[in-house]
């Protein structure tokens, strides 16, 4: 299980004394227990697999969130810190579809529920999202139904 393999990786970042790392996963662990509270758990259960990736994929989309606000901000040492952290993420979440599979799926989707027109584009880009949960990035998905109109 994924939550199990998070909480045993804070022990080898101590053991390597890696501080990022370590951060990082205790970050994601509290995220975890966070979610198990909110759903009414004990905080001492685990997470499904896909349950801890919808937690990993949501601090990513607020690390990716704060790495733009930071460098609005123009505060460099921060965006690092963020960028870390967020490559670490990524190691734990499956890897994303290429715009161009999207592209294909996006076409193939479209003709299945005859669309013509950009009126009905909410209801393509639904559909959409709906099968390629946590397999595309949504702004990729967007840009793909974007350009199909």
Do not use: C, W
């Not at 227990?33 to 349950?51: F, W, Y």
């Not at 990993?56 to 960028?83: H, N, P, W, Y």
């Not at 499956?94 to 009126?119: C, F, G, R, Y």
């Amino acid at each position: 299980m994924l939550h199990e393999q998070i909480k045993n990786g804070i022990k080898d970042a101590m053991i390597k004394k890696d501080s990022l790392l370590l951060e990082t996963l205790r970050a994601m662990v509290a995220a975890f227990m966070n979610e198990l509270v909110s759903k009414g758990h004990k905080p001492n259960e685990m997470l499904s697999d896909e349950e801890a990736l919808a937690v990993i994929t949501r601090m990513s989309k607020q690390r990716k969130d704060s790495i733009d606000q930071f460098r609005k901000g123009a505060r460099e040492d921060l965006v690092r810190e963020e960028e870390s952290q967020l490559a670490i993420l990524k190691t734990y979440l499956p890897k994303l579809m290429e715009k161009s599979e999207v592209q294909k799926l996006a076409e193939a989707k479209k003709a299945e529920l005859n669309i013509i027109d950009a009126t009905k584009k909410g209801i393509l880009m639904a559909g959409l999202m709906k099968d390629l949960k946590g397999k595309a990035d949504g702004n990729v998905v967007k840009e793909v139904v974007d350009g199909l109109f």
